[in-house]
């Protein structure tokens, strides 16, 4: 924590070296590191999935999909939600590891999956989402209507 109560995150080489290696490193550091060191690879992590920074990782699957598998694993909020903002940023048009386990997400990050779902466009997930459409949560009705408007809204219609 810092002086406002807030926190901070950086990364380091080893980090980055981490990243380099593959999806296979990296999810043996999200396995074994403590959250802390979860957190600042994530952040390193976003670095190299952006675009705009050129990285072009022939790995760039694997890793959204270790992202995924790790959205199911014993980790704080605040790695998940780490996880979450880089899935949504970066996944492209498939999240089938998550679609395929959601009924096992805690129900607190529920509406993150849907809305994830929802941001690759990808008219496979429409009934997936359709399901949480009449949900007793007003908020994940909520999201799940909001999320099923985005899909429809493509012109993609990417169904893979």
Do not use: W
Not at 131 to 140: A, C, K, L, M, V
């Amino acid at each position: 924590m810092n002086e406002t109560g807030g926190s901070y995150v950086t990364y380091t080489k080893q980090h980055e070296e981490i990243v380099n290696s593959g999806a296979v490193a990296i999810n043996e550091f999200l396995t074994n590191a403590n959250s802390v060191e979860k957190r600042s690879l994530l952040f390193c992590l976003d670095k190299y999935l952006d675009p705009y920074f050129g990285y072009n990782l022939t790995y760039f699957d694997e890793i959204i999909i270790v992202l995924e598998m790790h959205l199911f694993v014993d980790h704080n909020k605040e790695v998940k939600e780490d996880i979450f903002q880089l899935i949504t940023d970066y996944s492209r048009n498939s999240l089938d590891y998550l679609a395929d386990n959601i009924e096992q997400i805690n129900s607190e990050l529920l509406p993150d999956a849907i809305y994830a779902l929802g941001l690759t466009f990808n008219k496979k997930y429409l009934s997936l989402v359709n399901n949480y459409g009449n949900h007793q949560n007003e908020r994940i009705r909520t999201i799940a209507k909001e999320a099923i408007e985005t899909i429809k809204s493509t012109n993609s219609g990417s169904i893979t």
